[in-house]
């Protein structure tokens, strides 16, 4: 694969911009591109920065450029059996890590193996004044200085532009099998919310078109012992299924209209919202069509401690995320002055004020 | 009002006008058991110690404090390593210890609302009626909270499978400076915005006063089982680990012991340690009962494949318990065969290890000092313990330097400072060495944004760069003069 390492030049592009005061837009292959408020500003292009910088598998640490696709870094962990923990959705051919990691997705497994931003263990970055910093490191356990790398995951790139990140990585489970069984949506959030107290190998769940669906991954004798406990029907070609749903290719998400990422603690009740649900992360991400007023919508989760992210098909000029609390937003502001105080890195694709 | 900073008894009466008066500590005698935490070397006593019971009078506490200029040093259980919580002479040291009631389990979500003072372990015994726990599990759980917890992002012997403090929390309640409470994180496995909840966890007080927790449960594994492999070689114990690992095993702890630490925990404990060992290795697994089965076959085989001289499966849960007790009762059992110890804690890449092992030892010579070493080995967090006598003169300012000579060889490594730790007061000048002059000015720039006036634990955790400039100018390191940039003093 093509290694290069680009990052003097895109060092230069931000300084020019730091000094002409010029807004930059931190573009790769665009796979993304849907999810947030329009961007705004010159492009800058991290693609051409790329290669596996270090990987050593009985590390369980991954060192990679940020232009690095997704495909090339999950070809080189399963040569060696390992993964990325928090299944990350792609939603393009040549999506590359720096844009996962700046939307901060993370795909089926995430509530039984942890997120995108949990699997981070370093950064490189330049920030708004063109300095290249460095934040934690190789290693899982560092707490020197403050959790930068962290923060930069779901900033949407408007902090820094990331070089190379570090990541944990995992052994693929050597054994998996998916148990899917008709309920109702209640029935479902019950279930699944039960499995979470159970000592059981569970590693998806979702709730789908009055089908449940249970992943379980680990040893093979793990598998066999969970599978009896478990009730319903052994599902074939279980792969393409949680593929599907993690790159939003399963017919639910063929639809027409806005899609609404909606947040919620995983045992709340099936919502009376009109729409049609799909029930991801054990009931605790929940997929909604809908063409109910995104205000009211925001409100309606809010009352029950969750929030709402228009994911898709909205305009990219309205808000896209759940608005934050006025003291909140002012940190957020400052943090952001903190790393880019001319506001040139993305300027309003996360929220209009920063 | 006048400047309270110069004025201690108008401070000290403003207080007891926002507490109940046993709750505000102003005599040398009832201040002198918040002198110091863990990390005893350093001692001070603050101007006032308030002991607040409920988040509004932490509020009025800090208002007032801003208001006056008065810096302010949170304490959770004074069980820290690194002085975080080292009072200021001219501060309020600011216990949290009455906020120690569990508020909410619920077991539906899998979570637990807390106060910051509750007990790490008193966590998980409560959950335990409902078959849950609470993961991250340092060695002195049993008395350190919750809130100094987040605070340090503490880690324990399961971080390897279960993470870290980071990891297994979703919200905090937090007073700003200026006595304002924000909700960072939500009920939700993310909240919208930055990661906030990354930002605070581990920022040792200089953020926010964290005044509610909701972290995450586990359901309990069906069972753990440990093996106790011993080796008459570390460097054949180390690429054991390696192994273990390259297998796809990941075990719930990983936890490695030397010949001086094996002999003081085996004399202290009796857990069984083959005393004639160079290293051994305790490899606990949990899971479902055939899983823990298929992985214990798994894992002896490697082990024996790899050199070990001895390899025991503990018999029962007492063994088991047993072969923990030594481990855990590693710093105290050095303790016995010393004066004093100095605990130290980096973190290095795992193939280091050797590298590391071998220049420790070259050092413990040069510098006249014996080291036990503890490591957490399936995280490559790595504990020296640097044996010394306080009493004769100069081995403290000796096992200090020692201990700097170690940290500087984690990060040259590829490592870090501090594990688990802390950076606190102790590795301050270390900082100097991980960070360049940019990377601390951001790490001033995000306490800024968090608390403008810098009254929440000043001079802890990040050096100022002038203080990096002057510790450069002490050690020249390789003949590079780190900050270069900087003016020499």
Known sequence: ?354 | MPHLRENNTALISALRGLLPSESVLADAEDMRPFECDGLAVYRQLPMVVALPETVAQVQSILRLCHAHGVPVVARGAGTGLSGGALPLADGLLLSLAKFNRILNIDVHNAMATVQPGVRNLAISEAAAAYGMYYAPDPSSQIACTIGGNVAENSGGVHCLKYGLTVHNILMLKVVTMEGELLTIGAETLDSPGYDLLALMTGSEGMLGVIVEITVKLLAKPERAQVVLAAFDDVMKAGEAVGSIIAAGIIPAGLEMMDKLAIRAAEDFVHAGYPRDADAILLCELDGTHAEVSEYILAVRNILTASGATEVRTAADEAERQLFWKGRKSAFPAVGRISPDYYCMDGTIPRRQLPHVLRRIGEMSAEYGLAVANVFHAGDGNLHPLILFDANKEGELHRTEEFGRSILQLCVEVGGTITGEHGVGVEKIDQMCVQFHSAELSQFHAVKAAFDPSGLLNPGKAVPTLRRCAEFGAMHVHHGQLPHPELERF
């Not at chain 1, 910093?133 to 560092?142: E, P």
Request: glycine share 10%; net charge positive.
């Open chain 1, 1 to 354: 694969m093509l290694e290069s390492d680009i990052s003097a030049a895109l060092q230069q592009q931000v300084l020019d911009a730091f000094h002409k005061e010029t807004p930059l837009s931190i573009s790769a292959s665009g796979s993304k591109a849907f999810l947030g408020n329009a961007s705004r500003g010159q492009a800058i292009d991290v693609t051409g920065h790329r290669g596996i910088v270090e990987y050593d598998p009985r590390e369980l640490v991954l060192t990679v450029r940020s232009g690095t696709t997704l495909h090339e870094i999950e070809a080189a962990l399963a040569e060696a059996e390992q993964m990325l923990a928090f299944e990350p959705p792609h939603f393009g051919e040549a999506a590359t890590l720096g844009g996962t990691i700046a939307c901060g997705l993370s795909g089926p497994r995430r509530p039984y193996c942890g997120s995108a931003r949990d699997s981070v263990l370093g950064c490189k970055l330049i920030n708004g004044r063109g300095e290249i910093l460095r934040f934690g490191g190789q290693v899982m356990k560092n707490v020197a200085g403050y959790d930068v790398s962290r923060l930069m995951v779901g900033a949407h790139g408007t902090l820094g532009v990331m070089l190379e990140l570090s990541l944990k990585v995992l052994p693929r489970p050597a054994a998996s099998i998916t148990v899917t069984r008709v309920c109702n949506a209640a029935g479902a959030v019950s279930s699944m919310s039960a499995l979470l107290g159970k000592p059981l190998p569970v590693d998806g769940a979702c709730f789908h078109g009055e089908q449940l669906y249970i992943r379980i991954s680990g040893s093979a004798q793990a598998v066999r012992e969970a599978r009896s406990k478990i009730a319903g029907d052994v599902l074939p070609d279980a792969d393409a299924f949680w593929h599907a749903l993690r790159e939003h290719q399963l017919p639910f998400f063929k639809r027409n209209g806005a899609l609404y990422r909606v947040m919620v603690k995983p045992a709340t009740p099936p919502l009376n919202i009109e729409g049609t649900w799909l029930l991801d992360w054990g009931g605790a991400q929940r997929w909604l069509y809908s063409n109910e007023d995104p205000a009211s919508l925001r409100h309606r989760i809010a009352s029950v401690g969750g929030h709402v992210t228009a994911f898709r098909g909205g305009k990219q000029t309205d808000e896209i995320f759940q608005p934050l609390p006025a003291p909140l937003l002012a940190i957020h502001q400052r943090i952001k002055a903190s790393f880019d105080p001319k506001n040139i890195f993305n300027r309003g694709r996360l929220y209009a004020e920063l």
